[in-house]
């Protein structure tokens, strides 16, 4: 199941948030090493407390979340204009209202005691329904970094994204590439999921409560 997350539901739904945030630093702090912020056993950063994230999150009927990624408008403060600006030499203009760039794709903990196959699974719902949400609220395109490590996960899933710029060589292999929405890509991610979770919604993202990319 899907759902949608926004920073003003942080009081009402408190466990997701705090299954989010957990799962984000046991990934990207213990497992990836990267130097993120960790309080309290959170991973946060400015653009989760200072500008206006949507999340998308996979849940089993249990409530447990498998899967979080975050939502920024490009007409906003992003990870790419800033973090990530030092990774390329070229500069990588990406500002329109329906570019929304995509970052903490995190696939949680709980689903690495899973099997590879259940893993894929929630990478795919995630990416299924960003797909969805994106092409009825008039996104067009996702932009977001990624290593390239992640191309043959991309292309088994089925959206692929258009690489924009590799970044030097000293930051490591990224690429910044450009995810495109349309009602195509959406309709395969859709029937890729249906193979990987036989009893999932035929129409995924609409399932939607209350309210490797970096």
Same mark, same amino acid.
């Given at each position: 199941?899907?759902?949608?997350?926004?920073?003003?539901?942080?009081?009402t739904?408190r466990?997701?948030?705090?299954?989010?945030?957990?799962?984000?630093?046991?990934?990207?702090?213990?497992?990836?090493?990267?130097q993120?912020?960790?309080?309290?056993r959170w991973?946060?950063?400015? %653009? $989760?407390? /200072?500008?206006?994230? &949507? !999340?998308?999150?996979?849940?089993?009927?249990?409530?447990? #979340?498998?899967? =979080?990624l975050?939502?920024?408008?490009?007409t906003?403060a992003?990870?790419?204009?800033?973090?990530?600006?030092?990774?390329?030499?070229?500069?990588?203009?990406?500002?329109?209202?329906?570019t929304?760039?995509?970052t903490?794709?995190?696939?949680?903990?709980?689903?690495?005691?899973?099997?590879?196959?259940?893993?894929?699974?929630?990478?795919?719902?995630?990416?299924?329904?960003?797909?969805?949400?994106?092409?009825?609220?008039?996104i067009?395109?996702?932009?977001?970094? %990624? $290593?390239? /490590?992640?191309?043959? &996960? !991309?292309?088994?899933?089925?959206?692929?994204?258009?690489? #924009?710029?590799? =970044?030097?060589?000293e930051?490591?292999?990224?690429?910044?590439?450009?995810?495109?929405?349309?009602?195509?890509?959406?309709?395969?991610?859709r029937?890729?999921?249906?193979?990987?979770?036989?009893?999932?919604?035929?129409?995924?993202?609409?399932?939607?409560i209350?309210?490797?990319i970096?």
């Amino acid at each position: 199941m899907l759902r949608i997350l926004t920073k003003d539901m942080l009081e009402t739904d408190r466990p997701a948030f705090d299954n989010m945030f957990r799962a984000r630093a046991a990934v990207f702090r213990d497992r990836l090493g990267w130097q993120v912020d960790v309080r309290d056993r959170w991973e946060r950063d400015r %653009y $989760d407390e /200072a500008e206006d994230p &949507v !999340y998308l999150v996979t849940q089993r009927p249990s409530g447990t #979340l498998t899967g =979080s990624l975050r939502l920024l408008p490009t007409t906003g403060a992003t990870m790419l204009k800033s973090e990530f600006r030092h990774f390329f030499d070229q500069p990588i203009d990406v500002d329109s209202p329906t570019t929304w760039e995509c970052t903490r794709f995190c696939v949680h903990p709980i689903a690495g005691h899973l099997d590879q196959h259940s893993s894929r699974a929630v990478a795919t719902e995630l990416l299924s329904g960003l797909c969805d949400l994106a092409l009825d609220t008039g996104i067009d395109t996702i932009v977001g970094v %990624y $290593d390239v /490590a992640m191309i043959g &996960v !991309y292309r088994r899933i089925g959206w692929r994204p258009t690489p #924009l710029a590799r =970044s030097r060589p000293e930051i490591g292999n990224l690429y910044v590439g450009l995810w495109d929405v349309t009602a195509q890509n959406c309709q395969m991610l859709r029937a890729n999921l249906s193979g990987l979770l036989p009893q999932a919604s035929s129409d995924p993202a609409r399932v939607l409560i209350g309210g490797g990319i970096r």
